[in-house]
Structure formats: structure tokens, C-alpha cells
């Protein structure tokens, strides 16, 4: 297929053997609700270079389970680590805000090879359409693309990794995207780095002391676990009703 660096690429019509494509200029923002108050922003992604995304991130999924032990399909593993952390106190509970967006082009340039680089960039969209209106994005990559959620776990547990390394530290190591978990002992030094590349430390949902703990969407205090359910929109039938009676019930049964 005729993929080109910064350009985006539509499947019009299969006939046969025959693919015939459109050349596209790059992605198409939209919104899915996140909160009662708030949007996600997310891309849609040129089919062929989702295509393209999905196979690229797929392998680094592969490469994080098998090399460093990171499974992507089971994010259990974070919630075990924060409900361990909120009794020993070993372990910090880190979360960003917005965080694929704040990836910036630079610094996968400075972090991964020339050749991965240059294989990324070569089938993202580098503009996206903002109400018909095109914009050149400098985020490297969106909610949306392909191998955005593996790139990004990627990026962080590398970071982790070399500040535990320099800094002497031990500990257990877990990414689930931008869910971070950490040795306490470098909560500092890892909340002045990120800021210094650009991101932004969720203090709200990020801990490192104290009995709490959150990662994954669990929530445990002392070991208990205090997860909250949540109401996304007003209850408008009896489903809905009986649906949240069941949740409160249930929550309300948590530790008993």
C-alpha cells in the first residue's frame, strides 16, 4: 500500500484483489462522554494506517509481556500492587493527566531508536480535522491511534526503570498505560521528571504515602477495599433503578 510519511490513508471499496484507497490528510477528532461534566478527546485514525497501528502496537504488547513482564490484558495486576501498597506503604500509586496527549514528538525521537521512531511516525496522522478545520498536531500521538496505549506504557515503565537504576533503588515496577507503579522511595525524583518532559502529575488520584492507594479504577484504604461505583447519568427507568440499587447494595456490603 502506498503509505506515506504525514499522510493518512481510507479504504474506499474492496473489489476482488483489488483495494482501491483514498489519500486523506490525517485523523478526525471527536468526543465520548468521560464524566457528567467533561468529554475524552479521541481521534479516529485513516483505516489503513489503523491498520498499520494496530500491528505495530500489538508487537510492542507482545515485547512488554514476554521481555519485561508487563500484560497489557490484565490490569489486575496494578490492582493487586495498590490493594499490597495501602498495608505496606512500599509502593506509590502515580496517575497523569492526559497523558497520551502530552507524548510529544520530541521526546519519542530522544527516547526510542531512529529506526522504531521513524517506523512510528511513518504511519501516524501529524494533522487532525477539528470541526472541518485542519490542525498540525504536536502530540505524537492521540487516544484513537493504534499503538498509543502500548507506546505510552512503553515510555513510562522506561522511565521508572531509569531512575530506580540511578538512583539505587529496588522495588516492583507495573505500567498500565498511564497507571504508574512505583517504588515510593523515588516518588520525588520520578514527579520532577515527568513534570520536566512535559507531564503533568495527577496529585488528586496520586499517592504516595498514607494508607491509600488507587490504580486501574481500584480503590483500597488499609486494605480494604473502597472502590466507589458511579452514577454517569440520571436514572430515567425501572432497569436503571433496580441496577443502581444493586450497586449500593453491593458497595455497601464492602468490608462487612
Known amino acids: 500500500f502506498p503509505v506515506t510519511i504525514g499522510r493518512g490513508l481510507i ?13 486523506v490528510r490525517g485523523s478526525v477528532m471527536f468526543t465520548v462522554p468521560k464524566t457528567s461534566v467533561i468529554d475524552r478527546v479521541a481521534a479516529k485514525e485513516p483505516g489503513l494506517n489503523m491498520f498499520l497501528q494496530k500491528g505495530v502496537g500489538d508487537y510492542i504488547r507482545r515485547r512488554l509481556r514476554s ?53 512510528l511516525n511513518s504511519i501516524r496522522s501529524t494533522s487532525c480535522s477539528v470541526e472541518g478545520e485542519w490542525k498540525e498536531l504536536n502530540m505524537f500521538s492521540s ?19 531509569a531512575i530506580c537504576y540511578f538512583s539505587g533503588s529496588r ?8 497507571d504508574i507503579i512505583a517504588p515510593a522511595s523515588v516518588f520525588a525524583e520520578l514527579t520532577w521528571v515527568l513534570s520536566y518532559l512535559g507531564f503533568e502529575v495527577n ?14 479504577g481500584a480503590h483500597w484504604y488499609a486494605g480494604t477495599d473502597v472502590t466507589p461505583f458511579y452514577i454517569r447519568r440520571p436514572i430515567t427507568n425501572l432497569i436503571e433503578l433496580t441496577h443502581f440499587l444493586n450497586q449500593l447494595r ?7
Open 11 to 23: 479504504a474506499d471499496e474492496v473489489r476482488g484483489k483489488t483495494l482501491d484507497v483514498q489519500i
Open 67 to 119: 521481555v519485561l513482564g508487563q500484560d497489557l490484558r490484565d490490569q489486575s495486576v496494578n490492582q493487586r500492587l495498590a490493594h499490597s501498597a495501602s498495608i505496606t506503604g512500599n509502593l506509590a500509586t502515580i496517575d497523569l493527566s492526559s497523558a497520551s496527549d502530552t507524548i510529544s514528538t520530541q521526546l519519542v525521537y530522544m527516547l526510542l531508536p531512529l529506526d522504531w521512531f521513524l517506523l
Open 143 to 161: 487516544m484513537g491511534n493504534g499503538f498509543t496505549f502500548e507506546l505510552e506504557t512503553l515510555i513510562f515503565w522506561s522511565l521508572v526503570n
Open 171 to 178: 522495588g516492583t515496577i507495573s505500567v498500565y498505560g498511564d
Open 203 to 216: 496529585t488528586k488520584k496520586s499517592f504516595a504515602d498514607g494508607p491509600f492507594r488507587e490504580s486501574c
Open 250 to 256: 453491593k458497595w455497601a456490603q464492602v468490608g462487612s
